[in-house]
């Protein structure tokens, strides 16, 4: 599986996440 | 963290005591066996379990107890004023026991209210919406829709000053309804809205999956309730988990159903699982049920597992390695459910289920979306 995004690109959602930081452990179920 | 079997455990999350795995009705899409038996937990397993946790070193400062896994108001009031005693007693000192429970809502009334007030337990009430999409799937025994019923139990709450949270399972007539779901939800405002895509559990074959088109519809109806939920401020579960881990969350998240010891599951007959709380329950010819230990046994520990208990630990452990190397999600997902990948591919490893599909990815790329719409 892969993300794609705003662009119209396959980014990584590593990076898609990094771009909108730059702009504590999360647990879920 | 603890290790056991070779596996790092702990601490534990989440607790879901059954206190009876009877229900007094019967959805169509429920992964539950045996929910005509009406056993309830007896207390000396509820002291059982208050033992087991208080001696194991796992707990945190809280933890959530959470009654689940048939209609918890089925059993007695007073069964759970003793086990909550029981339960604060045992763990006083060592952790703060944060009560909750997940009800259909139809035998809500003011004494139970009352309870609910006086023992600070946080109310989960099950709604699919309207009745023309709740009835659907939401049946009595008879054959009957259960809405009426439900919504009066949920008058008393807010009659009561009440608030509750709402899990909805979306089926295919939810998604062909969705302006009237949404309008619903708009009007009973509930603490939080959680949304379940129906999936294929237990005796149950998702009606979802085997719809179609259903990915894409799904993500059309989950890009809708993101524009509704900012349009009334009603929270949606998925989606504010989602946007926390996007915007601070150390990653890859963890799924705390594929970490052993995050969730405690006790059935009414004293036995213990862990993983995803649907497990309990199951059967498997190589695991046996799932079960890692009995809270009768008078040499009961937390970290010592049954043979198929470590076998199905180690599987486990594998397909979160397989999730993390193969899937461009593992960062915002922490591995996929056992439960769905046992019900789907009759195995634990392995990695996309369509649960993963809808109830992760889906929701990943409506938030990442959304959060750099507004970057621009």
């Not at chain 1, 119209?8 to 179920?29: C, M, N």
């Not at chain 2, 033992?51 to 896994?69: F, P, Q």
């Not at chain 2, 999409?133 to 000053?161: K, W």
């Not at chain 2, 504010?240 to 915007?247: A, T």
């Amino acid at each position: 599986p892969v993300s794609v995004s705003d662009t119209g690109r396959v980014r990584s959602v590593e990076d898609r996440v990094q771009r909108i930081r730059t702009t504590h452990p999360g647990y879920t179920a | 963290m603890s290790e056991v079997s070779g596996h790092p455990a702990g601490p534990v999350r989440q607790i879901v005591l059954q206190a009876t795995g009877f229900c007094n009705i019967d959805c169509r899409y429920c992964y539950l066996p045996d929910r005509l038996t009406r056993t309830v937990m007896p207390l000396d397993v509820v002291s059982a379990a208050a033992r087991a946790l208080a001696s194991s070193g796992m707990l945190d400062d809280e933890v959530e107890i959470r009654w689940h896994a048939g209609e918890p108001l089925t059993a007695p009031r007073d069964f759970y004023a003793r086990a909550h005693e029981i339960l604060r007693r045992t763990l006083a000192g060592i952790t703060v026991p944060r009560f909750s429970l997940q009800t259909n809502g139809l035998l809500i009334d003011d004494a139970w209210c009352s309870f609910f007030r006086r023992e600070d337990v946080r109310v989960g009430v099950s709604l699919d919406g309207p009745a023309h999409v709740h009835d659907a799937y939401r049946r009595t025994r008879n054959d009957r829709g259960t809405l009426s019923r439900a919504m009066r139990g949920v008058e008393r709450l807010r009659a009561a000053g009440l608030d509750c949270d709402v899990i909805s399972v979306i089926t295919p007539v939810t998604l062909l309804h969705q302006e009237a779901y949404l309008d619903f939800m708009a009007r009973l405002r509930p603490r939080s809205l959680g949304l379940n895509p129906e999936e294929t559990e237990g005796g149950n074959s998702s009606t979802l999956h085997r719809s179609s088109g259903f990915e894409p519809r799904y993500r059309a109806f989950l890009r809708s309730v993101a524009a509704w939920s900012a349009r009334t401020g009603v929270a949606v579960r998925e989606l504010e988990r989602m946007r926390e881990h996007v915007l601070s969350h150390r990653l890859p998240v963890r799924n705390t159903q594929n970490e052993p010891l995050s969730i405690v599951t006790v059935g009414t007959d004293g036995g213990v699982s862990s993983f995803s709380p649907e497990l309990f329950g199951w059967r498997s010819p190589d695991h046996g049920d799932f079960v890692l230990g009995d809270l009768r046994d008078p040499g009961f520990r937390l970290d010592a597992w049954r043979p198929g208990f470590a076998r199905l630990a180690d599987e486990v452990a594998q397909g979160r390695r397989d999730c993390a190397r193969s899937c461009g999600y593992f960062a915002l997902c922490g591995g996929g459910a056992p439960a769905n990948k046992w019900a789907e591919h009759q195995a634990f490893t392995g990695t996309r289920t369509r649960f993963c599909a809808l109830g992760v990815m889906a929701v990943a790329d409506v938030v990442l979306d959304e959060l750099e719409g507004a970057r621009r």
